[in-house]
């Protein structure tokens, strides 16, 4: 297999689950001992996050621009980067690197198709709700998001960010999420996909009444089919 180059720590809580998720897909292949052939760039999220409250992306794609020019630099045969959010910088990354790069939403979008759905509900941080970039990405794929009411909206982000990077999870919030997931459905929605990594420490397929789509554990499959898995 190939080394996987992943841009990583934005939270470290979501990053975590990506390696752990990648090692038991190897092991679980392959048996034995074996593991998967990461090297992880983890940054630090405080200084992305001050970017991102500051509406900075200029400055956010040139640190994570940077950081995967470090990791082609150190051999990897691609390079992934596990926060859905930052993908709002894809462009930057791509265009500083020669290996390839594993977008989050082109791998959750070719899960939506093989299920033969169309409409889905966009679940994530304010940035990947509210702009465009994330949805654009889908309908690329033939696939509608649409993303819960501006409440419903300013709910997700909120337990996002002052509760799942900082590892806590709690059912009261969980009960929330499943109240916008309802109503997503209610709205249309065939599906539901976890927009944001850590929404997955939350938000399991039994919290909802149609197919969830895990973009965590999705680009982690598609990753390591890319690298040789």
Not at 6 to 20: A, F
Not at 96 to 118: N, Q
């Amino acid at each position: 297999m190939q080394m996987i180059g992943v841009l990583g720590g934005m939270s470290w809580e979501s990053s975590l689950d990506w390696y752990r998720l990648a090692n038991e897909k190897v092991r679980q292949e392959l048996g034995g001992f074996h593991s998967a052939p990461v090297l992880l760039d983890s940054l630090d999220f405080a200084e992305i996050e001050a970017l991102q409250a500051s509406g900075d992306w200029e400055a956010a794609g040139a640190v994570l621009a940077a950081h995967a020019k470090g990791l082609e630099a150190a051999g990897v045969g691609l390079v992934v980067l596990c926060t859905n959010t930052m993908h709002l910088v894809a462009d930057r990354i791509t265009d500083a690197i020669r290996v390839p790069f594993l977008h989050i939403a082109d791998t959750t979008a070719e899960a939506i198709s093989a299920a033969d759905l169309r409409t889905v509900g966009l679940l994530g941080t304010a940035f990947t709700m509210e702009q465009a970039f994330y949805r654009e990405r889908l309908a690329l794929h033939g696939i509608t998001a649409v993303i819960p009411d501006a409440e419903d909206r300013a709910t997700v982000h909120s337990i996002i960010y002052d509760e799942l990077v900082l590892g806590i999870v709690t059912e009261e919030s969980r009960q929330r999420y499943r109240d916008v997931i309802a109503n997503l459905v209610a709205a249309g929605a065939e599906g539901i996909i976890l927009g944001c990594t850590e929404i997955e420490l939350l938000i399991t397929q039994q919290d909802a009444p149609v197919p969830v789509f895990p973009t965590t554990a999705l680009h982690v499959a598609a990753a390591l089919k890319a690298a040789g898995l």
